[in-house]
Structures are given as structure tokens and as C-alpha cells.
């Protein structure tokens, strides 16, 4: 593919699929990693924590929320990368307003820096305009690619942005490598909190600890008349976390700091920090903290005993 990059005339480690999706699938890769348990997953060697963000449907602001969940940590002093894993979708990119191609050194690939954050995604790879049509073992080789020829370095935390769904790409994630924690994303209405319980149910019977639910797009306060409409309907996702105990961790009012700082490539909480957007990123990134020191705490306890 000619628009892999390339060091001299040797091609970048990271999986070149065949035009099209034609072709035979390359590989599924390592036995052991196809056919492990994500319980059996090991940790990601120089990664405090691992944390995906998740959603059950498309359009429901996943990428959003994971572009400011991990600009929020870089603001706080935190070493932070982000992994774009919506590989049909790659949104990242544009949320961070780069478009360079990565660069090789010592036979891996340097993530690209913006704002604070080592970003890797399938966009900086392949044409703007050119469709991800390919198979489940090449998602998992991608995704085990990003994972461990990637030069992320020491981080305190990796945000991975997942694809919405259920699928090869969820369930290669947490085959390969600790997942600590999943933040899952919904809007209010019925169709969306839906496939946000498959999604937790996925995660866990995957044995991956569900951090908590975020309420995108809760409200819109109307900058002419001063009142807040409940375009999507409010509460959807907070019901949902309250009837089946699972945290909730806050909702992100719907405004035009988000689409404007997205617009230009610069995360809201990093553009517009006192904006209410970048409050509430600022609330359910404290939240996801409290959640993952929840969750060591307990991991702890039961190695222990």
C-alpha cells in the first residue's frame, strides 16, 4: 500500500492490509493469545492502567469523551496515550487536529504528540477517504500491533477508544493485554441506553471491571432564550447505572465548545477549561480514578488472601 510509511524502502511494523480487504487474512497471530482468557491478559509493561471507553451504538460521542478523559489526565500532570481502536471510525486524528504520518526508530513505531498526548490510530496510516474493509484477524492484528510495537514509553494512564459494538475488536483488546477498567458512553434515549447494558454485559463476562456509565449530550442550554432543553431526554444512562449498580460516573451537557474546539483540533477541556463541558469531563475523570483505585484495591485484597 503506498501510503504506508516507510523507512528507506522497509515498511513500518504496522499491518498493511491488502487493498480492498482482498485477499487471504494474514495470521491470527501467537496461539496463546488467540485462545486466552481476558482474565489470564497480563499487564501492559510501562502502563499504570489501561482504561477503554466503549459504547453500544455509533453517534454517541465515544470519541469525545475518550479524546477529554485523556486530555483532562494530561492537564493534571499525568503521562497519557491514547489508542484509537475504532478502526473502522478513526476519529482521533481529527480531535487532535494531526494528520502526519508516524515515524520508526529501533524497529517501532513513535506515537505521535499532541496536547500533552501520545496518540496512535489507523488514521494517521491510511487515506482520509479510504474504507477499513477487513476481516476479524487483521482487527487483531492491528490492535496487537498498536499494543506492543508502539513506543508509548512510561504512561500513567492508556485510553483506548474502541469501536461501538460488540466485536473482534473488544475482544481482542482484552485478550492481549490488562484492561483495568471500561467507561461506557450513552446519550438519554431509549436506543442508545440499550446497547450500552449489551455492552456491560460483554465486559463482563470478559471479566473486565466496568468503571461506570457517562450521559453524553444531557441538556442544551439555549444561548438565546437561557433555558435548557432536553433534546435527548436527560437521566436515560443514570437510571440505567442506578438499576443495575453500576456507578455513574456524570453527564456532559450538550454545547458548542465541544463541536468548536473538535472543529479545530483541540480537546475542549484543553481549549476551554472553565467551559461546563470541560467541568463535567473534569468531574467523570476524578470519578474514573476514585473507580480504578476501587478496583486495584480489590485485585489487591484477593491476590493477597
Known amino acids: 500500500m503506498s501510503d504506508t510509511p516507510t523507512r528507506g524502502s522497509r515498511p513500518l511494523p504496522i499491518m498493511d492490509p491488502p487493498p480492498g ?9 501467537p496461539r496463546e493469545e488467540a485462545r ?43 503521562r497519557v496515550g491514547l489508542l484509537d481502536a475504532d ?3 478513526p476519529d482521533i486524528p481529527t480531535m487532535f ?5 508516524p515515524r520508526i526508530d529501533r524497529e517501532e513505531v513513535v ?5 500533552g498526548v501520545k496518540l496512535m490510530s489507523i488514521g494517521f496510516l491510511i487515506e482520509e477517504d479510504a474504507p477499513a474493509i477487513w476481516r476479524g484477524p487483521i482487527i487483531m492484528g492491528v490492535i496487537r500491533q ?8 512510561e504512561l500513567d494512564y492508556l485510553v483506548i477508544d474502541l469501536p461501538p459494538g460488540t466485536g473482534d475488536a473488544q475482544l481482542s483488546l482484552c485478550q492481549l493485554v490488562r484492561v483495568d477498567g471500561a467507561v461506557m458512553v450513552t446519550t438519554p434515549q431509549d436506543v442508545a441506553v440499550g446497547g450500552v447494558l449489551r455492552g456491560i454485559r460483554m465486559f463482563e463476562k470478559l471479566e473486565v471491571p466496568v468503571l461506570g456509565i457517562v450521559e453524553n449530550m444531557r441538556g442544551f442550554a439555549c444561548p438565546g432564550c437561557g433555558e435548557t432543553h432536553d433534546i435527548f431526554g436527560a437521566g436515560g444512562g443514570e437510571r440505567l447505572a442506578g438499576s443495575i ?25 484543553i481549549g476551554r477549561p472553565d467551559a461546563p463541558e470541560s467541568r463535567a469531563f473534569a468531574g467523570i475523570a476524578s470519578e474514573a480514578v476514585t473507580r480504578l483505585e476501587a478496583v486495584e484495591a480489590t485485585r489487591q485484597e484477593a491476590a493477597g488472601g
Open 245 to 269: 449498580d453500576v456507578p455513574f460516573l456524570g453527564a456532559v451537557p450538550l454545547g458548542v465548545a465541544v463541536r468548536e474546539e473538535s472543529d479545530r483540533g483541540v480537546p475542549t477541556s
Open 87 to 89: 478502526i473502522y471510525g
Open 97 to 101: 487536529g494531526i494528520q502526519e504520518k
Open 21 to 29: 480487504g482482498q485477499g487471504p487474512p494474514p495470521k491470527e497471530g
Open 111 to 115: 506515537p505521535l504528540e499532541a496536547h
Open 36 to 78: 486466552r482468557h481476558p482474565s489470564q491478559a497480563p499487564p501492559m509493561p510501562g502502563v499504570g492502567r489501561v482504561v477503554a471507553v466503549s459504547s453500544g451504538k455509533g453517534g454517541v460521542g465515544k470519541s469525545t469523551i475518550s479524546t477529554n478523559l485523556a486530555a483532562t489526565w494530561t492537564r493534571q500532570g499525568h
Open 146 to 153: 498498536f499494543l506492543q510495537q508502539v513506543a508509548w514509553g
